[in-house]
Each structure stands twice: as C-alpha cells, then as structure tokens.
C-alpha cells in the first residue's frame, strides 16, 4: 500500500484515491477494533470494580458476624464477672459477720475466763469452771444439745 497521507497535487490525489479509501477502510476498521477493545478492556474493568465490591461486601458482613460474637463474648463474661463479684461480695460480708461473731465469742470467753476465780472454787485450771476434770465439751452430756445448733451471738447482743 504506497499511499500519500497528505498530497497536495490533485493529481496525486486522483492517482491515489483507491489507496485512500483502501487506507480509510483500514483505519476505521483499526477504530472499529480499537473501540471493540476499548469496551471489552472497560467491561473487564467494571467486572473487577463489581468483584473488588463483592469482596469488601463480603468482608463487612465476616466482620459483622466476628464482631457480634466478640459482643456476644464479652457480655457472656461480663455477667459472669458480675456474678463473680455480687458472690465476693457475699462472702466479704459472711467473714465480717463471722469475724464479728469470733470477736464476741473470744470476749465472752475471755471475759469468763477472767471472773473464772471470781464464781467458783479455785481449780487446777481456769477453764475448768463449767467442766469437770477430765472432761472435755464435747463429751460433756451437758453440752450434747449445742453441738448441732449453730452460734447465733453478735457483738450487739452481748454489750456489758
């Protein structure tokens, strides 16, 4: 294909305008080819664009989904610790009250073993006041009956 692209002789242009319609021929199909290929590079463009937003929407809801089991996770463990702390709480207040309750029996029996000379005969020991000797409180039949009650004494009730 001899062709001129831009003669300025009309007479160049009779002899060539065969090649010139040849060469239009191939130029719009060049431009037919090149817009096929432009439109099949943006369909694939798009196609990628659509997958990329499917990934991301994808994505969003794994997160959503491990998201609610971390909340699901931590409120599950928050009601537990809660639980957890109103029960320490619970305890905090049995040792009180049995701290309380020890108190007062040690007074009690400090206080008895304080006047233990005072109500009795002297004895070997001073402990022996309400025992006799070789006894002890648990095998003293007096003292059967308390053994399956439990103390029921508090630092207010025994104020002298």
């Given at each position: ?40 590079s ?42 957890v ?38 004895g ?5 006041f ?7 409180f ?13 103390i ?9």
């Amino acid at each position: 294909m001899a062709s001129s692209s831009g003669t300025s002789s009309g007479s160049s242009l009779l002899q060539n305008s065969g090649s010139e319609e040849d060469l239009q021929a191939v130029m719009d199909q060049r431009k037919r080819k090149r817009m096929i290929s432009n439109r099949e590079s943006a369909r694939r463009s798009r196609m990628r664009k659509q997958k990329h937003l499917d990934d991301l929407a994808s994505l969003v809801t794994q997160l959503r989904n491990e998201n609610h089991q971390i909340l699901t996770s931590v409120n599950l463990t928050t009601q537990k610790y809660l639980a957890v702390e109103a029960e320490n709480s619970v305890l905090r207040a049995q040792v009180s009250e049995l701290s309380h309750r020890l108190e007062s029996l040690n007074e009690i029996n400090d206080f008895l073993n304080a006047t233990n000379g005072a109500f009795g005969p002297p004895g070997p020991s001073p402990t022996s006041f309400f025992e006799p000797e070789g006894s002890t409180f648990f095998n003293n039949p007096f003292n059967m009956g308390y053994l399956s009650q439990p103390i029921m004494a508090s630092a207010d009730m025994l104020q002298y």
